[in-house]
């Protein structure tokens, strides 16, 4: 993946979801990334490769950088990091699906 691509993936990301989060921003360092800060209070940098979405640098208990388990989508990383998103990704999911179903329902009548 290109940094073009990152650029584009974090872009939209970041336009779709900051709304999910006390505090995010895109950093652009050696390598381009998200920096949300959680509801549960987490302060978390995300970036994605051509394995998928996965935190940046996290540290392990010898104070070592690693990389951590990718997922194939943002949604599924957050899910996994905290339950208030998943929470509120469900939520408005079903938001979502309701409105879609009156629409549904409104071209029928």
């Known amino acids: 993946m290109d940094e073009t691509q990152r650029h584009t993936e ?3 990301i ?3 979801y900051k709304s999910f989060f ?3 921003r895109l950093v652009k360092d ?3 990334y998200l920096k949300i800060q959680t509801v549960e209070g987490e302060t978390i940098k ?5 394995g998928g979405w996965h935190q940046f640098r996290v540290l392990d208990d010898n104070g070592d950088g690693k990389v951590s388990q990718h997922f194939e ?3 599924a990383l ?3 990091i905290s339950p208030t998103f998943r929470n509120q990704f469900g939520n408005e999911l079903i938001r979502k699906l309701e409105i879609l179903q009156k629409s ?3 071209i029928s009548d």
């Open 10 to 12: 974090l872009n939209t």
């Open 14 to 16: 970041y336009n779709e």
């Open 22 to 24: 006390p505090q995010a």
């Open 30 to 32: 050696a390598i381009e």
């Open 46 to 50: 995300i970036t994605v490769d051509l």
């Open 73 to 75: 989508t943002f949604e």
């Open 78 to 80: 957050m899910q996994s």
């Open 104 to 106: 549904q329902s409104d």
